[in-house]
């Protein structure tokens, strides 16, 4: 039986959150039966129709090609067109793509209307429901256009993972490995000795673990303004251009775990990363079963021209969040492009 982890609280400007860790049904009875809903089909799937016939329910497609200006536009006409007053609740119920689109359209929305993360996969349950980003992809790139929108409530029902098919439960790993390597080595070491899997005993608590982490610097830099935040971004910089260069068909994780061994090398090659660290972040993330090689599809020079549109990079170039060493990370600014080409092509 999974043991459940405590409640996490998390503050911001405005207030606070709760991240409640509960089962599906819990959760289902927490939200308030006027709520809308929306969810992707897999999980209607899964969870059955029964829903449809308590709350009112918008049913995507499952995939980032879903996270787009007019998936959002569609959802913001279904709220107006279902009657949805100011005061109404909007739950996101399902996995990274769901969670950031249901908020962007939450945020926008008469100006704003509250909403409540219900995240369903690895990836949701420790990063994105967690931290009030929200937002939705551009053809030129991943999450272009968002806002700060922190949610009501986080119910974290674990035992949806037992749902996922075991290719988009490990992509979620990487996420949980990241969290280690720029914030705790003692974590790394867990990580090692506990191999995940669904139905791990240790699962809630490395779940649990995750959002303390990512909790302790939301906290700290809330809006993403002083470096601090965009540690949480290792090996994103890469992973977004990959996904966008693939038409968002490459999974998240995956992206990112591709994404956290080539920022590994950049690291070392311009001397902020320990030597040696790469080789131990490739052998971690291989271990977990998590991929580290660059796709021959993909072109170094459209790389380095698709990062030139992260959200980091500023007028003076291309900014990376690069690992001190395992445990600690700080963004860089500056990195020249022929380095990131040069470390692409060590492939
Ligand atoms: N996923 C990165 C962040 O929340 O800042």
């Known amino acids: 039986m999974m043991v459940k982890p405590e409640d996490i609280e998390v503050r911001h400007s405005a207030g606070s959150y709760r991240v409640r860790f509960c089962t599906f049904a819990e959760a289902a009875e927490l939200i308030p039966k006027d709520s809308f809903v929306i969810t992707d089909v897999n999980l209607l799937e899964h969870w059955g129709e029964g829903f449809k016939t308590t709350w009112t329910v918008l049913t995507l497609s499952p995939g980032e090609q879903t996270k787009t200006l007019s998936t959002a536009s569609e ?6 067109a279902e009657g949805c007053t100011r005061d109404r609740t909007l739950v996101a119920l399902g996995g990274g793509v769901i969670g950031d689109l249901t908020g962007f359209v939450a945020s926008a929305y008469m100006r704003g209307i509250q909403f409540i993360q219900i995240p369903t996969t690895v990836i949701a349950m420790v990063d994105s429901s967690v931290g009030g980003k929200v937002g939705v992809d551009l053809p030129q790139g991943k999450n ?3 806002a700060f929108h922190p949610p009501e409530a986080v119910l974290t029902p674990l035992e949806t993972l037992g749902t996922l098919a075991p290719a988009r439960f ?5 996420e949980v490995w990241k969290l280690g390597f720029v914030m705790n080595r003692q974590f790394v070491s867990e990580l090692e000795r506990a191999p995940l899997a669904p139905d791990s005993e240790e699962l809630p608590g490395i779940i649990a673990k995750c959002v303390e982490l990512k909790k302790a610097v939301v906290e700290e830099d809330e809006l993403d ?3 601090r935040r965009a540690i949480l971004n290792f090996g994103h910089t890469i992973g977004h251009a990959l996904e966008t260069l693939s038409g ?28 040696g660290t790469a080789e ?5 993330l291989r271990a977990a079963g998590l991929p580290v090689d660059l796709d021959e599809a993909f072109d ?8 030139r549109l992260d959200k980091k990079a500023t007028r003076d170039g291309v900014s990376l969040s690069l690992l001190s060493r395992i445990g600690e990370c700080k963004l860089v600014s500056g990195v020249p492009e022929s380095e990131v080409e040069a470390a692409l092509r060590s492939r």
């Open 248 to 275: 968002f068909e490459m999974l998240h994780g995956e992206a990112v775990s591709v994404g956290m061994a080539i920022e590994a090398r950049i690291g070392e090659r311009i001397g902020v990363t320990e030597s």
């Open 300 to 307: 170094a020079r459209s790389i380095v021209e698709a990062i």
């Open 225 to 227: 303004l002083t470096g």
């Open 280 to 284: 131990q972040v490739l052998g971690y």
């Open 144 to 146: 272009l256009v968002g």
């Open 170 to 174: 490990r992509e979620g790993l990487s």
């Open 75 to 80: 959802a913001l006409q279904w709220l107006a």
